[in-house]
Each structure stands twice: as C-alpha cells, then as structure tokens.
C-alpha cells in the first residue's frame, strides 16, 4: 500500500500575502539604494542608522529599546550592520560598556536615508488613501482585539488538534 502525502498546512495562509508583499516593497526600497550606489545597504537597517543619528552613540540595549526590539535581535542586527561597514562599537562612558556609533559610510549617506524613510512615508500615506481601508487603521484594529484577547490564547484552539496532543 502506497503512503499517501500528508497534508500541508502551508499551503493555506492568511499572513502569507502580507509577508510577500512587505518582501516586494523592501526589494523596491533596496533597488532605490542600489540605483544610489549605496551598496550593501538593507532597508532594515535604515531605522537603527537613523535612530543612531539622530540621538548618537547608543548601548544596543539603549538602542534595542528605542526601537522596540529584543536586546537579541538589535544584537544580532549590530553584528550584521558592523560586517556591511555602516556602524562600529566604540568603548562606551567606562571600559565595561560599548557603544554603536554609525561609520564615516553611513554619516555620507544619513541625510539620503532620512530623504528615502520621508518619500517611504509619503508613499505609504498615498497607497493608504487610494484604499478604501488603510493597513495602518487594519494594525490599530488587530491591536485592539488582541488587547481583549491575546494571539497566544487565540493559538490554545491547538489543545483541540488530535495532531498536537
């Protein structure tokens, strides 16, 4: 008897379209670098680069913290932008802590960033008004119902997956 191919779950999501399309809109923010020969630039650095700008050296949980990330993941993100030569960690007020200081690179191309995350805005802002129901109010919306009742209680249903037990 021949197995029979199981189910796949994937195939079936509701958060997929929004990821492709959030995908599709970075790699267009990407072609806009690349077009500036700013290379090596991923659009999810742009927000730390700036935020670092605008408030100067950080510890990356000071950072972390004003960007809403984990300690963890801006850790992470730190080691990645220090690679692609856009920030450096310098000793910090004493010799126990580290700063993230943007590079000489990034100082050249802050003010361009800042140009880009003003026109992103704009753009999003004019999508926003060309649709009869904006993702921002969608993002308010979904905030609120999980105030009344959070994702992970939302998820317990699996206790009623035979699959799961």
């Known amino acids: 008897m021949a197995d029979t191919p199981a189910l796949d779950p994937t195939q ?12 599709s809109m970075d790699a267009d923010i990407a072609r806009i670098y690349s077009e500036q020969q ?8 742009v927000m730390e680069l700036l935020r670092l700008h605008a408030c100067g050296r ?3 949980a000071e950072l972390a913290e004003s960007v809403q990330r984990t300690h963890s993941a801006l850790s992470q993100k730190v080691a990645a932008m220090r690679t692609a030569g856009w920030v450096q960690t310098v000793v910090g007020d004493d010799a126990r802590t580290r700063k993230v200081t943007l590079t000489d690179e990034a100082r050249r191309v802050v003010d361009r960033l800042a140009a880009k995350w003003r026109a992103t805005e704009a753009a999003v802002a004019d999508l926003e008004a060309e649709i009869p129901y904006p993702l921002s109010q969608v ?5 609120r119902a999980l105030e009344r009742k959070s ?4 998820i317990a249903k699996l206790a009623e997956d035979p699959a799961w037990g």
């Open 12 to 23: 079936q999501s509701l958060w997929r379209p929004l990821h492709l399309l959030q995908a």
């Open 151 to 154: 994702f992970h209680d939302r």
């Open 139 to 143: 993002v308010t919306d979904i905030e």
């Open 58 to 60: 950080m510890t990356i």
């Open 38 to 45: 700013i290379e090596g630039l991923k659009p999810s650095f």
